[in-house]
């Protein structure tokens, strides 16, 4: 209710101040799009906004959003002949099966140029939303709670604003509306598919909202920004016994659980965590059936967050973590064995990209604070664009008035809709900068 409360009293702040805000936020922009303007595309974003959060959708489900998409770009000029300046992609090959509510739209200018390309991500989260907000999910047990819906919308009205101001600019923007970030697919579909290359895309860019930064301030560093993250499952055999007699057994309980704390500390003691940051989470262990069995078998999931692939051979981390299993499954008599599932590797800012444009965005748009950012052991499908494409990952501040402060992935997640305003400035800024017809940003790899 607090929540509520806070955001009808945003609500009373709109009017003058709101107006003399878009005024200040037009200062910002070679575009040169007016107050009116500013305020009509705000508006739109923030109804569309609201329609997006209402009706979540999890990763490879996101059927009405792909459709609201697809109506917004179609409203706005993008058509689905792909003979246009302004065309609406509609993948039917193997790429449209894998991800049926992909949508990528292209503003070609028609002039030569940098081809660029933004991507918002549309999925959202298995989670009941509890935030008393007017126009809070509708959708049991499902929620944006990762704020996918401010990407989406603000990504919709950056199409719109830059169909409108075409003749300013040259090369071409790629508008990419991404299923599935959330769960396994999505990027890296996009990426091994070839689309990207096709469109001649030279360089990528996505933002992601932060709490507790405040409205105005995006976050970034140049280099690993985000960890990758990989998956292991650790079988363990033995022999079950009476609880009564664990001597007649394997223990593999007790084994288990050493393997577990063993694995937990291995970063910092076998490994830098200065020079490599790196974290072993055990997610998962599932072993017998009640009290009076000591079970034969255990199964051990988790995770490895770190900055450096796991089969680098100079780090050697399977390797650490199959001697560590076998030095405490051993003494127990059980045999092992271990799969590993490679996931999403790191994501690296571009650092030639970063050097060029962020002083750039700094000098054109005063509004917007660009801060360094934190690394994070959080990992993000956007990982695969940096990992063949000049890229850059933007936090964006959602933090003002008391919302935006409770964390991505919580049921009481909020943002200041004013965020939503900051991002489409910083999509507009960076198209001026690399595709101003006056001053090209020249090669941007
Ligand atoms: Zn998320
Ligand atoms: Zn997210």
New binding site residues.
Partial sequence: MKQFIQLKKVGFMSGLLQKIAFCLLCLCSFLKLNAQDFSAISAEMKDIYHQLHQYPEIGHEEFRTSELIRKTLERIGYTSDSGTCSAMILETGELGKKLPTLVIAVLDTQRPGPVICFRA?IDALKLQENTQLPFASQCPGRMHA???DAHTSILLATAKVLKEKQDELCGKVVFLFQPA??VAGGADDIVNDGILDRLRVNAVFAL?VAHAIPVGTVQLLSGPILSGSNSFTIRLIGRSSHPAFPEQGNDIILAGAEIALELAKLPARQISIVQCPTIISITSFQAGTGTSIMPGEAVLRGTIRSFFSIDDPSYNIQGLVEKHIQARAAPFGLTWEIQWKKGTPPTINHPHLYQKLVPRIQQACSLLQIQPGKKSMAS?DFAYYAQKYPCLYFSLGIAKDGLGEQP?HSSQFVIHERALDMGLQLWITITEIILNTQNPFGQLD
């Fill in positions: 991500d990762c704020g996918h970030e959330e992601h993000e991505l």
